[in-house]
């Protein structure tokens, strides 16, 4: 069973649009929740979440986190065709020195 | 500061050889984890270490081992290779836990190993 659960797995949207990832989790000791971005090489870092309710901002892209209901969001605001690439999610338990890393979900941003 | 590097890049072997891949992680980082990327399965933990200890190991069968030196530069071996075996490999470094504080993973560019 899959711990920490992306939707949607694919999206495409037209530049200029707004999206929302979603990124939903099932852990035992939660300490961390991360964003990464991948296009054709290694992920890169976007985002580490550790308390609720305070969002973090990066230019256009924002995230936040929910750890009562085990959920945090990624949020592009006027997408780019720059911005078409993998966004990963990660979860990180307090134990386990690992990230459990969802399925990813593959934006397209059209011209 | 110079980012994780991995060599080799690329990688093709045949099935039961082995294969040893390399990581040099940021400097001042003292945590390495390696990382299994495939299509079907995303990315799986593998291992990680720390000051040349294992802390933890992902579900992975005993064919895959890793070490850590003590400049905390880090090998992975795969022996027996299976066909399975083909994915892209990455390695992320850490500073781990300072000042009470947790640092997020940086990845190298990876591996492509390819089993045939």
């Known amino acids: 069973e899959d711990k920490v659960v992306q939707s949607p797995l694919s999206l495409v949207v037209h530049e200029g649009d707004t999206v929302t990832l979603n990124c939903s989790y099932e852990v035992t000791n939660f300490r961390s929740l991360l964003w990464y971005k991948q296009e054709k090489k290694a992920p890169t870092f976007l985002f580490m979440l550790t308390s609720s309710g305070i969002e973090k901002k990066s230019g256009r892209l924002s995230s936040i986190l929910d750890k009562k209901e085990l959920f945090s969001i990624l949020n592009i605001t006027a997408t780019q065709t720059g911005d078409s690439a993998v966004y990963l999610c990660a979860v990180e338990e307090d134990s386990g020195y690992a990230l459990n890393f969802g399925k990813g979900t593959s934006l397209l941003v059209t011209p | 500061k110079a980012g994780v590097t991995q060599t080799p890049r690329y990688l093709i072997k045949t099935r039961g050889q082995q294969v040893t891949l390399s990581c040099s992680p940021i400097s001042g980082h003292r945590s390495v984890s390696w990382y299994q990327q495939t299509p079907g399965q995303g990315l799986q933990f593998l291992f990680e270490?720390?000051?040349?200890?294992?802390?933890n190991k992902g579900n992975f069968p005993g064919r895959f081992s890793g070490r850590q030196f003590s400049n905390s530069r880090s090998e992975m071996n795969v022996s027996t290779l299976e066909l399975g075996d083909s994915a892209l490999y990455l390695c992320?470094?850490?500073?781990?836990?300072?000042?009470?504080?947790?640092?997020?993973?940086?990845f190298g560019p990876g591996t492509r190993l390819t089993v045939l």
């Open positions: 270490y720390f000051s040349e200890t294992q802390r």
């Open positions: 992320a470094s850490s500073t781990g836990w300072t000042s009470g504080m947790w640092y997020e993973q940086f």
